[in-house]
């Protein structure tokens, strides 16, 4: 079992940036995500890096925004959100291991608990 610990979550005023990371214990052979769930809405991916560093975003709102990356040799993966809006807060969630479409959250194998990210107006 693969425990991803989430940080760097927290509130923030519109316009702000906060970055999360995800600490992957052991090796960090897998494709890596963001996912996140508002209250009262479906989970919702982010963002997704390859193994080899090729990077996906989806969340139309997060396009231009947000960065994901990652340190392979500190197994770390980090997401950072610039201009941040009302609309982005929400819980925030590492996964790892994607075994095909890393945009869909049924082809991950582990998660984090989640780190909450709220962004006041």
């Known amino acids: 079992q693969v425990q991803l610990v989430e940080s760097g979550g927290g509130l923030v005023q519109a316009g702000g940036p906060l970055r999360l990371s995800c600490a992957v214990p052991?090796?960090?052979?897998?494709?890596m995500g963001w996912f996140r769930q508002a209250p009262g809405k479906e989970r919702e991916f982010v963002a997704a890096?390859?193994?080899?560093?090729?990077?996906?975003y989806g969340a139309d709102s997060a396009k231009g925004r947000f960065t994901i990356s990652r340190d392979n040799a500190k197994n770390m993966v980090y997401l950072q959100m610039n201009s941040l809006k009302p609309e982005d807060t929400a819980v925030y969630s590492c996964?790892?291991?994607?075994?095909?479409?890393?945009?869909?959250?049924?082809?991950?194998?582990?998660w984090g608990q989640g780190t909450q990210v709220t962004v006041s107006s």
């Open positions: 996964a790892a291991g994607a075994t095909s479409d890393s945009t869909l959250a049924r082809e991950y194998a582990y």
């Open positions: 052991g090796s960090i052979h897998y494709d």
């Open positions: 890096i390859r193994w080899g560093g090729g990077v996906a």
